[in-house]
């Protein structure tokens, strides 16, 4: 007999970035949920990148393309001191001819991208702190709560096949989160565990970025305004067009079939049609 195969180690690698705000109330304790400057939704998303560095290389080839084309020689973001697009491709930021050049890149059969995300309705998240408030008084809501509730929520089902997980987070204010953040995923992993009785011991590294330093957070970005188009705009083209990399989207507070929401995959896909009974959007 041959000598068995050497073991190779599995690493995956995922951006996880959001799309609208945390915020509930304003400074006097108002609900300002879906006003001017606050979302109705709150999104977290999780990009799995097969080769981040071919990703990245291809990014910056596009961006510096971009940067050098005359037609865009007289665009505000794509000024370096302006630090939008001359940085990084930021979808809210960046012209439509760029947007539609970076979705073409991301769509390209040579990256595998594979996107999952939770969606949360933040009318439902002020009904749950009114309820604790009636139990507890004391109680006061910080958006970092409802971040690290979706993290364990978007990550449950993504910790136990590989040996190895590199984390990529967006930096949220000035504030260090990676002991939170880790906790949320050694939570979401030991709930998995609980729930299936499998283990894992992989190694997760967590680690803090911004979208000019790394590519896979550009990326990220880019299919959370798509999906954030569609809950808060209702407008579905961008979606439609990316959906090749979707995987699975989980919409908790659609509760009309189940109490854990409502999931979105290839198989049952999420458009505009999907939500137009839901209650409340």
Excluded at 8 to 17: E, L, N, P, Q
Excluded at 184 to 209: D, M
């Amino acid at each position: 007999m041959g000598k068995p195969g050497k073991h190779v180690t599995s690493v995956r690698h995922y951006f996880v970035d959001e799309a609208g705000d945390g915020t509930l109330f304003n400074g006097r304790g108002r609900i300002i949920v879906g006003t001017e400057g606050c979302s109705r939704f709150f999104i977290l998303g999780l990009l799995d990148v097969a080769n981040p560095d071919a990703l990245a290389l291809d990014m910056d080839t596009l961006r510096a393309d971009l940067l050098a084309d005359p037609y865009f020689k007289g665009v505000p973001s794509m000024q370096p001191e302006a630090r939008k697009t001359a940085l990084a491709f930021h979808a809210k930021d960046d012209v439509p001819e760029v947007r539609r050049e970076v979705f073409k890149l991301l769509l390209a059969h040579s990256h595998d991208l594979r996107f999952f995300a939770v969606v949360r309705d933040k009318s439902k998240v002020v009904e749950y702190v009114r309820q604790r408030n009636e139990r507890d008084p004391s109680y006061r809501y910080n958006p970092n709560e409802l971040y690290d509730y979706l993290v364990r929520r978007l990550c449950k089902n993504l910790l136990h096949k590989d040996d190895q997980y590199n984390i990529c987070f967006a930096k949220r204010g000035k504030s260090d989160r990676t002991a939170a953040l880790r906790t949320a995923l050694e939570t979401a992993r030991h709930r998995f565990c609980v729930q299936w009785g499998i283990t894992s011991t992989a190694l997760i590294n967590v680690i803090p970025s911004t979208p000019p330093a790394c590519a896979g957070l550009q990326a990220v970005d880019y299919l959370l305004w798509a999906l954030q188009r569609l809950y808060e705009r209702r407008e579905d083209r961008y979606v439609e067009l990316l959906w090749p990399a979707f995987r699975l989207v989980n919409d908790l507070d659609d509760t009309r079939e189940a109490r854990y929401g409502v999931y979105y995959s290839q198989k049952k896909p999420l458009t505009l049609a999907a939500l137009e009974n839901v209650p409340g959007i």
